[in-house]
T-cell receptor, first 116, second 112 residues
Framework: DGGITQSPKYLFRKEGQNVTLSCEQN?????MYWYRQDPGQGLRLIYY???????QKGDIAEGYSVSREKKESFPLTVTSAQKNPTAFYLCASSTAGDIYSNQPQHFGDGTRLSIL | DQQVKQNSPSLSVQEGRISILNCDYTNSMFDYFLWYKKYPAEGPTFLISISSIKDKNEDGRFTVFLNKSAKHLSLHIVPSQPGDSAVYFCAASDATGNQFYFGTGTSLTVIP
């Protein structure tokens, strides 16, 4: 069954700790994305990656880091520099889009991060 | 600054009637628009899309309308069913497709 797997579903972190959220896809998609959702706000882009070993900052990248060593995996690290990390984090993927062929994104079920 | 806006946080509709969800955007460079549906504890799922060269796209009970001059799109669901009860997000991207901008969502409740 093809899809996107985010783990864990719930994550707790002590202040000052880094934490890594996992995102794996078996859809053979080139592009992967991380979003954050806060109550009353739309999804906001943290980082995206169009190809392996390359990634770009989104609108709210401060306090986050990513890596893209494999096509299937795009882990997100929430660092201690992120001042308000409590949120719902969504990972998405899509086939590589170009100006002739936009593609929708497929989402995982999310990870809810809470600060203890 | 929110580039994609959904001004109605919630909507209730009787089963069998039409549901109309609205979305406004500010960036004239956006040329690809999508609607996603989200159930609790699940990620959003893609519903329907439209490119700026069209003003209407239909898929079964779902139709998306785009008014570029007004920078407005809407999703029509006819007839509405209780299973349609969910949060609906609209999203937009420019020609590169590198970034998607999402609205805040509208929670639709279809009353049996």
């Amino acid at each position: 069954d093809g899809g996107i797997t985010q783990s864990p579903k719930y994550l707790f972190r002590k202040e000052g700790q880094n934490v890594t959220l996992s995102c794996e896809q078996n859809l053979n998609h080139d592009a992967m994305y991380w979003y954050r959702q806060d109550p009353g706000q739309g999804l906001r882009l943290i980082y995206y990656s169009q190809i392996v070993n390359d990634f770009q900052k989104g609108d709210i990248a401060e306090g986050y880091s990513v890596s893209r060593e494999k096509k299937e995996s795009f882990p997100l690290t929430v660092t201690s520099a992120q001042k308000n990390p409590t949120a719902f984090y969504l990972c998405a993927s899509s086939t590589a889009g170009d100006i002739y062929s936009n593609q929708p994104q497929h989402f995982g079920d999310g990870t809810r991060l809470s600060i203890l | 600054d929110q580039q994609v806006k959904q001004n109605s946080p919630s909507l209730s509709v009787q089963e069998g009637r039409i549901s109309i969800l609205n979305c406004d955007y500010t960036n004239s460079m956006f040329d690809y628009f999508l609607w996603y549906k989200k159930y609790p504890a699940e990620g959003p799922t893609f519903l329907i899309s439209i490119s700026s060269i069209k003003d209407k796209n239909e898929d079964g009970r779902f139709t998306v309308f785009l008014n570029k001059s007004a920078k407005h799109l809407s999703l029509h669901i006819v007839p509405s069913q209780p299973g349609d009860s969910a949060v609906y997000f609209c999203a937009a991207s420019d020609a590169t497709g590198n970034q998607f901008y999402f609205g805040t969502g509208t929670s639709l409740t279809v009353i049996p």
